[in-house]
């Protein structure tokens, strides 16, 4: 989860997968992620802040990104 309003890029403050176990990354395959957010998982401007993380959110100021090389040419 990136912080910043719409139409700027912000940092990274949550990261769903936090370290990929390497057999997850199989390629053509779906990774699904179940996760609890809790004040220690968040970095940037929100470590350890979990009320300035859902003042964030409140406020329409998280986003988050979908990395994938599925639309990549070859």
């Known amino acids: 989860i990136h912080v910043g309003p ?3 890029n912000g940092p990274v403050v949550f990261d769903f997968l936090g370290v990929l ?6 390629p053509g395959t779906a ?9 220690a998982d ?7 802040n979990f009320a300035a993380f859902l003042n964030a959110a409140f406020a329409g100021n998280l986003y988050f990104n ?6 990549q040419n070859p």
């Open 6 to 8: 719409a139409g700027t």
């Open 21 to 26: 176990n390497p057999t997850l990354d199989v």
């Open 66 to 71: 979908i990395h994938t090389n599925s639309l």
């Open 42 to 48: 968040l970095t940037g401007p929100f470590a350890n």
């Open 31 to 39: 990774v699904l992620v179940d996760r609890v957010i809790t004040a």
